[in-house]
């Protein structure tokens, strides 16, 4: 008897009255793109990529019109050439040729560079939002649903902290709503 008394009294601080609540585990959820492109910074940043790869492509096109120029020049007086000066003109287009589609290639790839350049201090920053609304609501971890990653989320365990995040960076409701009251006015214009 005097053992079953001494068990019962070190089981006692695992039991749990009805009126205490375990504190179950939560975690967040957010659509990692919605934030990242309402962030102002990030239409800044979309702005001057586009203004960059407006450069780049006007390059592309210059050299296109210019091996376009000369390939006219080509064929209007491959008839009329000797020879040698023929095979000159064909290695000079071969040139201009390989040179355009080498452009186009590292165009591309140092657009990319600068788009990943521009966008890593608005991912630092939101990654930091994130952090800071996750550490003070308590998650356990915080899930990114786009790409329907997560189709479903228990309300009990799951929170969805787009709008907390949105508020820690700054961004008000009203910037966000603007596309959706633009439609929904212009729809309203129709009418």
């Given at each position: 008897?005097?053992?079953l008394?001494t ?5 006692l601080p ?8 375990v ?42 019109e ?13 008839k ?13 287009l071969q ?10 290639k ?8 600068a ?9 630092s920053q ?9 550490a003070e609501?308590?998650?356990i971890?915080?899930?990114n ?9 228990h ?5 969805d ?5 949105k508020q ?18 212009q ?5």
């Amino acid at each position: 008897m005097k053992q079953l008394i001494t068990l019962l009294f070190a089981l006692l601080p695992f039991t749990v009255s009805a009126q205490e609540q375990v504190r179950v585990p939560q975690f967040g959820y957010l659509s990692y793109n919605t934030v990242f492109q309402s962030m102002p910074e990030y239409k800044q940043a979309q702005a001057d990529f586009a203004a960059l790869k407006a450069k780049y492509d006007a390059e592309a096109t210059r050299a296109e019109e210019e091996f376009q120029r000369k390939f006219t020049e080509f064929l209007n007086g491959q008839k009329d050439f000797p020879q040698s000066i023929m095979l000159k003109r064909q290695a000079e287009l071969q040139d201009l040729m390989d040179r355009s589609i080498a452009f186009r290639k590292e165009s591309s790839r140092l657009l990319a560079e600068a788009e990943a350049r521009m966008q890593a201090p608005i991912a630092s920053q939101l990654n930091q939002a994130i952090y800071e609304v996750a550490a003070e609501r308590g998650l356990i971890y915080v899930l990114n649903t786009d790409g329907n990653a997560v189709p479903f989320v228990h309300p009990q365990v799951g929170v969805d902290i787009t709008e907390a995040v949105k508020q820690k960076l700054g961004i008000k409701e009203e910037q966000a709503e603007k596309p959706q009251e633009a439609q929904a006015e212009q729809q309203s214009n129709e009418q």
